[in-house]
């Protein structure tokens, strides 16, 4: 057996557990947990939405240039959470699981914000400080927390390989394959995997990305707290300008999502493959909740409580969900959803082609532009996003300069491999390694669940105090909180 053949057999039985672990085991995981935090917090995600408004525009007069605000973690865990997944990501569950996952992956943001609660205001208790910052995440609550650091070490180990090696290595796959229709346009004999051009690109990500990951983690914050609000704004602008231009359909594309969602003869006669589990999926997989990513960029934030982080980090779900919504419309209120993906113009498309040509519709060969250029700033901020809280777990594992330099030159080279070859072995295996992260990080959460409703408790007494809350864990109890301490 040749190497290609033993690589071909490694991808079949991972692909075979990734069917069970994202067809079954995790999914309802995450959703129990969910539900979990939502009852215990009394949905806390929607009771206290407007404080989280508020707590995103503090004055940063708290803040040295080496500290992150509130707001420039929300970017930077935007920034992960909002990738190319939700653009071709969208259109493909549509068309898998039919215009009703649309409605799942809404049902699962609902619940999942209480999750990305939960484990952002861990992260703020137990995170820790060095000479840029503070730094923290699921790793060092299990550690500190728990009292488990070879759990830690564990779950430090599955991030990095997911995120700094799998996903960023996807991300600039997908980017630069985003350019091979202005490449079949020019009608060369050469297909674009064999051209020069994913070399061009991802020798120029490369150079991208040794600029940002050689940077401090503040500068990631600055440059994630501009472009992502610019790329969100304007995708979701341009999204929702197509639904307005059809308001008569609303009524009809409404009663098409519903339909499809508790279509529970279809649902019921093939599960594993339903619109179901289609939607909660991508719900589940778009926003991170619950999966231990996120929190990673919620303890480097500057705040005076811990409840603070946990309420603008719920707020990142939502956000990472109207962008999947908006996607969604843009698609079902197209004729090119109807006439192309049914077939009935003989051609059948999906994903990002699909979305693509639903821009086109409505705004011409400029929405295609746009859509290229949206899909590149996606991908951009999440190989920040990703490289951000990769960087968080291998600090945790070592404090050696030198291994924490040759993990960025590491992570810069997938970045080059990944604009050069489809890494499906790549994406099964981060596939599979992110299902162990998700699990540890959802049984340390649980196991820590009695923290969080202490802490919360904290919270809202002192603002019904009409007080800024301040975190004292010594009063409450809650020890090895070395950011905490008192002078």
């Known amino acids: 057996m040749n190497l ?41 995600q929607f009771r206290m939405a407007f404080e989280a408004l508020r707590v995103l525009v503090e004055k940063k007069d708290r803040y040295n240039r080496h500290h992150l605000t509130p707001f420039q973690a929300l970017m930077i865990s935007t920034a992960s959470r909002v990738g190319i997944g939700n653009i071709a990501g969208i259109s ?81 796959y997908t980017m630069t394959s985003a350019f091979e229709v202005y490449y079949d346009q020019l009608g060369a004999d050469v297909k674009f995997a064999d051209s020069s051009m994913p070399l061009a690109i991802g020798l ?40 307005f231009m059809n308001l008569s359909e609303i009524p009809s594309v409404v009663k098409l999502i519903l339909d499809s969602a508790f279509d529970f003869e279809a649902i019921f006669g093939g599960f594993a493959g339903s619109v179901i589990v289609i939607g909660i999926k991508r719900g589940l997989f778009s926003n991170e909740a619950g999966m231990g990513s996120a929190p990673n960029a919620a303890a480097a934030a500057h705040t005076s409580h811990p409840v603070k982080q946990g309420l603008v980090q719920a707020v990142a779900v939502f956000i990472d969900m109207t962008i999947c919504i ?61 490289f951000y809280y990769a960087q968080a777990n291998i600090k945790f594992l070592t404090k050696n300069k030198t291994i924490i330099n040759a993990f960025k030159i590491s992570a810069i080279i997938m970045i080059f491999i990944g604009a050069q070859m489809n890494l ?10 992110m299902a162990a992260m998700a699990t540890i990080n959802i049984i340390a959460i649980f196991m820590l669940s009695r923290v969080v409703l202490k802490v919360l408790k904290d919270y809202e007494s002192q603002r019904k105090a009409g007080l800024n809350p301040e975190f004292d864990p010594q009063k409450l109890g809650i020890s090895d909180t070395t950011c905490w301490k008192k002078d």
């Open 326 to 386: 908006a996607s969604g419309m843009l698609v079902l209120f197209s004729q090119t959803y109807i006439t192309k993906q049914t077939g009935a113009s003989g051609e059948i498309l999906t994903a990002l082609p699909l979305v693509q040509a639903a821009m086109r519709e409505y705004y011409g060969n400029i929405g295609m532009h746009f859509t290229t250029v949206a899909v590149v700033l996606f991908a951009i901020t999440s190989l920040i996003g990703n």
């Open 92 to 172: 493909a569950a549509l068309v898998a699981g039919g215009p009703g996952a649309l409605f799942w992956m809404m049902a699962m943001a609902f619940f999942g914000a209480a999750s990305a609660f939960a484990e952002s205001m861990l992260a703020q208790i137990y995170k820790t400080k060095d000479n840029l910052g503070f730094k923290g995440g699921p790793a060092y609550y299990i550690k500190t927390g728990l009292k488990l650091p070879w759990l830690g070490a564990i779950f430090a180990v599955t991030l990095i390989l997911t995120y700094a090696y799998g996903f960023n290595g996807l991300q600039s």
């Open 424 to 433: 499906s072995l790549a994406w099964n295996f981060a596939d599979v390694l």
């Open 4 to 44: 290609t053949e033993i690589l071909n057999t490694i991808n079949l039985k991972l692909d075979a557990t990734n069917g069970f672990l994202y067809g079954s085991f995790l999914i309802i995981v995450l959703i129990v947990a969910g539900i979990y935090f939502s009852y215990i917090t009394r949905f806390v």
């Open 204 to 243: 120029i990500l490369m150079a991208f990305a040794a600029i940002i990951f050689f940077s401090k983690g503040h500068v990631i914050g600055k440059i994630s707290s501009y472009i992502v609000p610019f790329m969100a704004i304007a995708y979701v602008g341009l999204s929702f300008i197509c639904v």
